[in-house]
């Protein structure tokens, strides 16, 4: 299907013509010829890096200094002590970014426009990565090839082609790899799969989850600092992969979330705080058999933040997924909607309420004196970035696997993808893991439709 040909999602008619003319295809073949992405472990092998002891000094870099990427900056520096770490570049696509970085991190930093040139440095032992979406799998896998430990913010990818892309590279590795979602250093999720592997509420039924914000004046409407300009600025580098290249705009680049060429929106945002800890608690993190999600924008609430055009993504999403074990999951985000679920894991004999720094376990009625209920309050630490950037620092030097590790983070991906194809294009997802493909349709009342994963250039909203 050419570019100029792609359906518009909101045409049900086009809809039906594109999921009738998907084929078989590599998940991210529109990824992988822009980028001239090698295939790690055919001729090209990444290179391993500094070996690094148990007390040797991590050498850190930054690529993407935005918002979420001085976040990082602050906390890391804050504990560079404690971790032995050493802060010695940033790199972003705004001059403006690389100075403050710079200015903040000390006089040893050294300030990168192009994020090779960051990664040529052979002292720099790992990089964090907080880029916008669609600049993570370009920048993971390079950092794969130069042999860079990743610390790369959720969600793992733009789209899911990307997610094996990293998979594979990682796994043909030796890298550290951690997802942003620091929610799974919380150690009540671990607590959780630990009482769950234990058998202690019985064989697992469902699980939901939320993360609702109310934000009258539209949720991601930063303020957009007038310093920014198509001058100062790399426009067309900050693009990348992106489809659709147009003009520099403030409100793409300050308020990237909303638009889906960048972002999947609440998916992309919000989902993965919800998501990752969840599958880590199952204790067995698995690939979705079935993902279903729909979604609205009805409250319009951009309308109250005057000059900002409308978003592109949904206000509300909610998703169902169903795993191999059984196990289906409810979640729901929201951004003009405060009021979420209750957090639950339910199994066949009891349920877990996740609330806070505690877990409280209740016995189903029918199984009340089989089942001991219990309360464990007082678990730490919390939800903490800085609890689970000492987590991939320490993994680091004792070879062990994170807590955002690549195959939860695949996993979690899958879901977040799978949910973007059904709500866009009114589908339920079916997927295989071995093969990786996706599919709609029973087979009996519907025929089994092979749907070519999404990615850049499907539509003109990619």
Not at 24 to 33: E, H, K, L, Q
């Amino acid at each position: 299907m050419q570019k100029n040909q792609s359906p518009k999602v909101s045409d049900p008619n086009s809809r039906r013509n594109f999921i009738k003319q998907t084929t078989t295809a590599a998940a991210a073949v529109a990824a992988i010829n822009i980028f001239k992405t090698p295939v790690y472990g055919q001729n090209q092998a990444p290179s391993l890096g500094r070996v690094i002891g148990a007390n040797s000094r991590i050498v850190v870099g930054f690529i993407g200094v935005g918002g979420q990427g001085m976040s990082h900056v602050r906390s890391q520096k804050e504990d560079a002590a404690a971790n032995n770490v050493e802060l010695v570049a940033a790199c972003d696509v705004w001059q403006n970014r690389i100075d403050s970085a710079k200015t903040y991190i000390g006089a040893n930093c050294q300030g990168f426009n192009d994020y090779r040139k960051l990664l040529e440095r052979k002292d720099i032992d790992a990089v964090t990565i907080a880029t916008v979406d669609h600049w993570h799998t370009k920048c993971s896998l390079d950092a794969i090839q130069a042999g860079k430990h990743i610390y790369v913010e959720k969600p793992m990818t733009r789209y899911l082609g990307e997610a094996f892309q990293i998979h594979d590279a990682v796994k043909n590795s030796k890298i550290v790899f951690q997802v942003g979602s620091q929610g799974c250093s919380d150690a009540k999720w671990h607590k959780a799969a630990e009482l769950i592997k234990a058998g202690k509420i019985g064989q697992l039924v469902m699980a939901q989850g939320s993360y609702p914000r109310n934000n009258p004046k539209g949720e991601w409407n930063y303020n957009i600092d007038p310093n920014a300009k198509a001058e100062n600025l790399n426009w067309q580098n900050w693009l990348g992969p992106v489809s659709k290249k147009i003009p520099f705009n403030p409100d793409h680049y300050f308020r990237w979330r909303k638009y889906y060429p960048y972002c999947g929106g609440l998916l992309g945002d919000l989902f993965p705080h919800r998501l990752h800890p969840y599958m880590l608690a199952s204790g067995n993190p698995e690939y979705p058999t079935r993902v279903v999600s729909i979604a609205t924008k009805r409250v319009h609430s951009d309308k109250n933040t005057p000059g900002t055009p409308e978003r592109d993504v949904p206000e509300h999403v909610e998703l169902l997924a169903e795993f191999p074990s059984g196990l289906t999951l409810v979640m729901i985000s929201s951004t003009v909607c405060e009021s979420g679920l209750i957090e639950q894991i339910n199994g066949h004999k009891g349920t877990l309420y996740m609330s806070g720094n505690r877990v409280e376990l209740k016995p189903e009625r029918q199984f009340a004196e089989e089942v001991e209920p219990e309360t464990i309050p007082g678990i730490k630490p919390g939800e903490s970035v800085a609890v689970h950037e000492k987590n991939w620092f320490d993994c680091i030097r004792d070879g062990k696997s994170p807590n955002g590790n690549i195959d939860l983070a695949t996993k979690v991906q899958t879901v977040i993808s799978l949910g973007e194809m059904s709500e866009r294009l009114g589908v339920a997802c079916k997927f295989d893991p071995k093969t990786r493909k996706i599919t709609t349709g029973d087979g009996k009342v519907m025929p089994v439709t092979e749907l070519k994963p999404i990615s850049y250039g499907w539509t003109d909203l990619s």
